[in-house]
């Protein structure tokens, strides 16, 4: 039953969760690069994508309750359905920061650490069909590691640009409001490796 | 025996617990309104809350040790009391800082999140002789993630309101203290969200 | 099987992964001393240190999957491997921190955190060895948790003296920069709780 659970609905479920992670990190990639007037409308869009996100964690809550037979310990199941939901509520936070916060603009580096995010989310994309083999995704908690490392090699030079070289003329609250969006950025990031480590955790279980 | 446990002391010791925190919500309630010379005596309250609370925890966990039956697995029982304690500590460092800080008003927003947290105290408070039938409370984690959410949706206009509207004077310090002391709160909502977290993940093991 | 486990190996690799947390500390200790032009090559000497704790983690990982017998719950010593490498991430990123940022000086209490932290890492590769009789390792549990609570204590003061004591002269961008620090230490005396809380859980299925 192991190797092959006919049950496909939770692997359908998490492959959709996880898309949604792709689509929230090309709503980043578009808020970071339109006009100021037009970040309200992707801040929404990414909104609706985070809606999406908790139907689908709750759509797997659900039919955890109704399965008889899961594929793996359902607990895992639902926290990797929890985790999956946390990189999508940075995601949100972090555009709707960017909205509330009326900042001119964002820091150099952010551009680098959206784009790693979204190699993040293909990359989770593409394993949660492959949690069907979970013992052969080994690579993927590698490599979403080695990202979250670089994102966070990112983030740190950003933060030293922000409090060292006069960004924003030195303006002490811009700081701190660019400091809270790329916060939010970086623990999506985290969040990102949250979810490898489920995987990761359900491998081990599964060898 | 799941469905009748006899050994009532681990519903009678979480409710205790989880009492303390209706208590921490109240004393956060008393915090914001009186005048500044009685926060310290306000917070010597919310310290002494505290101390219980942690009394309680370790009641929990030694009575896990030394009962040879435990109504659910012994691990849920002691996540959900060291959940219960993360809230309290979030209450305590809030009401700390208050004083340390001695910040002369707090931003608008605090009555709101102060009231929030204390609707999730009493959701909990009721919950926990509930846990005898854990299965009937799915309503429970439904709550407190509608009260978490809207604390969120709080906890961002507070921010943007105080960095963007001159708020204290636009005086980068004092905003600085307001929004650690409002990040206690708005993380003692999220501590909320894992004790109901914790709660769901029982009841779907025991579905 | 479980009182006098045969597999050693997975004792050895955890007790090297606390050992890295007793250099780690060192480090610390280090950085807060050496003149300011020296502090690069002691956060390079910690990069190094973080980079065996990797290794370190790696190893524990990798023996999991090949290992038919554990001593405990495969996922207890991975969730125990993680907690562990997450305290040396803190010591890394305060380190690294101090450099990026160039403070001219340390905020007064940064020197009893960091004391606090080399006796919580002494403890815990201390207590390493003795995993193999888990459940008399009661008292590590408690002895970390009173270290936590001191060196909260340490770093609500130490914030209070930032914020309102005019330290550097009330430059707003230089409290923020020292707040980033010390929050990375507390962080790492929050993750070695996070340790203990581990090692009590494995007690607890143990006793």
Same mark, same amino acid.
């Given at each position: 039953?192991?190797?092959?659970?006919?049950?496909?609905?939770?692997?359908?479920?998490?492959?959709?969760?996880?898309?949604? #992670?792709?689509?929230? &990190?090309? $709503?980043?990639? *578009?808020?970071?690069?339109?006009?100021?007037?037009?970040? =309200?409308?992707? %801040?929404?869009?990414?909104?609706?994508?985070?809606?999406?996100?908790?139907?689908?964690?709750?759509?797997?809550?659900?039919?955890?309750?109704?399965?008889?037979?899961?594929?793996?310990?359902?607990?895992?199941?639902?926290?990797?359905?929890?985790?999956?939901?946390?990189?999508?509520?940075?995601?949100?936070?972090?555009?709707?920061?960017?909205?509330?916060?009326?900042?001119?603009?964002?820091?150099?580096?952010?551009?680098?650490?959206?784009?790693? #995010?979204?190699?993040? &989310?293909? $990359?989770?994309? *593409?394993?949660?069909?492959?949690?069907?083999?979970?013992? =052969?995704?080994? %690579?993927?908690?590698?490599?979403?590691?080695?990202?979250?490392?670089?994102?966070?090699?990112?983030?740190?030079?950003?933060?030293?640009?922000?409090?060292?070289?006069?960004?924003?003329?030195?303006?002490?609250?811009?700081?701190?409001?660019?400091?809270?969006?790329?916060?939010?950025?970086?623990?999506?990031?985290?969040?990102?490796?949250?979810?490898?480590?489920?995987?990761?955790?359900?491998?081990?279980?599964?060898?």
């Amino acid at each position: 039953m192991r190797l092959t659970p006919r049950d496909t609905r939770f692997f359908d479920l998490l492959t959709t969760a996880a898309g949604n #992670l792709v689509t929230g &990190a090309g $709503l980043l990639t *578009e808020l970071i690069s339109v006009p100021i007037a037009e970040r =309200e409308k992707v %801040a929404q869009l990414m909104h609706d994508t985070e809606h999406l996100g908790d139907d689908a964690t709750q759509e797997i809550m659900l039919a955890l309750n109704t399965s008889f037979i899961t594929p793996f310990d359902r607990q895992d199941i639902q926290l990797l359905a929890s985790r999956l939901d946390d990189v999508l509520d940075d995601m949100d936070e972090a555009a709707d920061l960017a909205v509330l916060y009326r900042i001119d603009e964002f820091p150099p580096g952010v551009e680098k650490m959206v784009e790693l #995010l979204a190699r993040a &989310a293909a $990359l989770t994309a *593409e394993a949660m069909p492959g949690m069907r083999k979970v013992t =052969e995704l080994s %690579a993927f908690w590698e490599e979403v590691n080695a990202i979250e490392d670089e994102a966070d090699g990112v983030y740190r030079r950003l933060l030293a640009h922000l409090f060292n070289d006069g960004w924003a003329g030195g303006d002490p609250l811009k700081v701190m409001k660019a400091k809270e969006i790329v916060d939010r950025l970086e623990s999506a990031a985290d969040a990102f490796e949250h979810v490898a480590d489920v995987v990761q955790t359900i491998a081990v279980k599964e060898s």
